[in-house]
């Protein structure tokens, strides 16, 4: 047994471990909750200062980084670079925490379709293409974990934010079916559905973010979601409560209401 190896099981923590996002918020977070002697991580994001400030931060604490700047939008280039990554060092691991929101302008009727069909792209396209190579290499292998991170968005029907809410909604009907299939494979495929997490990306929201968490305590919860193997974890509980309370009051009336909810989003800061 290889000390990565031997270091997992004693840890409990994977020993290669691919995290998507880790140049930001959740991803980078994850990163270094992972890092510590024996693990080797590969970090993918498409800003290089900020991914290599996240790799400095695990090589501080013991860990091996190496970093990759890709865009997910390309998903065939994506798959090409995880083979790559898996040859080199099998993961044990691979955490697929990037993604893209989008709130509709206030004065459009929908979204751009040029934005819909990138948000498709980062969050569902890419990330199922993923998983799957993911799930059957590892499979192959006789163990592995899989994450991805979902939205509650995925839970109501977002008449501002149609492809984000519909594209992590999609990600996790495939991410409890692939869970499902994976089992009697020894890989662990979870998905978590977090609120608001205090990252660029709720922050560029305009107005309130109930119940906010701060991206380690969201890293946290993922990577205890990731041991025990969970299907599906959502957090903060509040949101637990408001996806039951949808399922019972009526779609129309739903609708009603999600429709009155003033939500915009600032411009993107580089
Ligand atoms: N923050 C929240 O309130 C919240 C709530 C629910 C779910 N989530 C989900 O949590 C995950 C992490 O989000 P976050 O809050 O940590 O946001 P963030 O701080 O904005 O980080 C997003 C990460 O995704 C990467 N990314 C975005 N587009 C990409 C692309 N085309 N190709 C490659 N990488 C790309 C970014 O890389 P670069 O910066 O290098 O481009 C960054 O590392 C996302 O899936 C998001 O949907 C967030």
Not at 93 to 114: F, H, K, N, S
Not at 156 to 180: C, E, I, N, Q
């Amino acid at each position: 047994m290889s000390r990565n190896e031997q270091f997992a099981k004693r840890r409990l923590m994977p020993g290669n471990v691919l995290i998507t996002g880790a140049s930001g918020g959740i991803g980078a977070a994850v990163a270094r909750q992972c890092a510590r002697p024996g693990v080797t991580l590969f970090l993918w994001g498409r800003n290089i200062e900020r991914l290599q400030q996240t790799a400095r931060t695990c090589e501080l604490r013991g860990a091996v980084a190496h970093v990759r700047v890709l865009d997910l939008a390309n998903a065939q280039q994506a798959l090409t670079a995880l083979r790559e990554d898996d040859d080199l060092a099998p993961l044990d691991a691979c955490i697929m925490a990037a993604g893209v929101p989008d709130i509709r302008p206030p004065d459009a009727l929908t979204e751009l379709p040029e934005t819909v069909l990138h948000i498709a792209e980062v969050n569902f396209t890419t990330p199922v293409t993923l998983a799957t190579e993911a799930a059957r290499r590892m499979a192959e292998r006789g163990a592995g974990r899989i994450v991805a991170i979902g939205s509650v968005a995925a839970f109501h029907d977002l008449p501002f934010a149609t492809a984000y809410s519909g594209s992590k909604a999609g990600l996790l009907r495939f991410m409890t079916a692939l869970h499902a299939a994976m089992k009697p494979h020894n890989v662990g495929v979870t998905i978590v559905s977090p609120g608001y997490i205090d990252t660029a990306m709720s922050r560029r929201l305009d107005g309130a973010r109930p119940f906010l968490m701060s991206p380690e305590a969201a890293a946290s919860r993922l990577l205890q979601a990731m041991r025990r193997r969970d299907a599906h974890v959502v957090f903060p509980k509040p949101f637990i409560i408001a996806r039951l309370l949808e399922m019972v009051i009526p779609r129309p009336l739903v609708h009603a209401i999600l429709r009155r909810a003033r939500v915009e989003q600032r411009p993107l800061q580089s």
